[in-house]
């Protein structure tokens, strides 16, 4: 029986670490509850995302095309990467998803992955 996304994962170059960390960590505030020498695991109520520190290049996008965080405040989140700098291509909007009523955003990571802010209404 499938329960669930365990984690996403993400390769990043040794010297992006750090704005990676500062994304994620420090703005978005998710724990690192697991870390080795090429790698860390950040946690979140809805699952984890997995950061590979081993990547000799940057990586070209792949098939994933944007993970989302489900948030109770899309324009908080959205306000708070503005103020650091990173870049909002989409939103905040309403969408209507079958019986679904959201607000999303959209913005790009340190990577350069798109990160979406989902609020259910």
């Known amino acids: ?4 996304i365990h984690h996403v994962s993400m ?10 960390r500062d994304f994620y960590c420090d703005m978005l ?3 690192v509850c697991a870390e080795w020498e090429t790698g860390f695991l950040l946690d979140t109520p809805a699952g984890k995302v997995e ?8 990586l070209p996008k792949g098939t994933i095309r944007h993970f989302a965080f489900e948030v109770d405040n899309v324009d908080f989140y959205i306000c708070l990467c503005q103020e650091n700098g ?3 291509f989409m939103g ?3 969408v209507v998803l079958g019986d679904i009523n959201a607000k999303v ?3 790009y990571g340190p990577l ?4 979406e802010f989902f609020e259910v209404k």
């Open 105 to 107: 955003a959209f913005t």
């Open 1 to 4: 029986m499938i329960k669930g």
């Open 112 to 115: 350069g992955e798109e990160v």
């Open 29 to 31: 505030e998710m724990p």
């Open 92 to 94: 905040p909007k309403d």
């Open 86 to 88: 990173h870049e909002i």
């Open 51 to 58: 950061f590979f520190t081993n990547s000799q290049e940057d």
């Open 11 to 20: 390769k990043c170059r040794p010297e992006q670490l750090g704005k990676v």
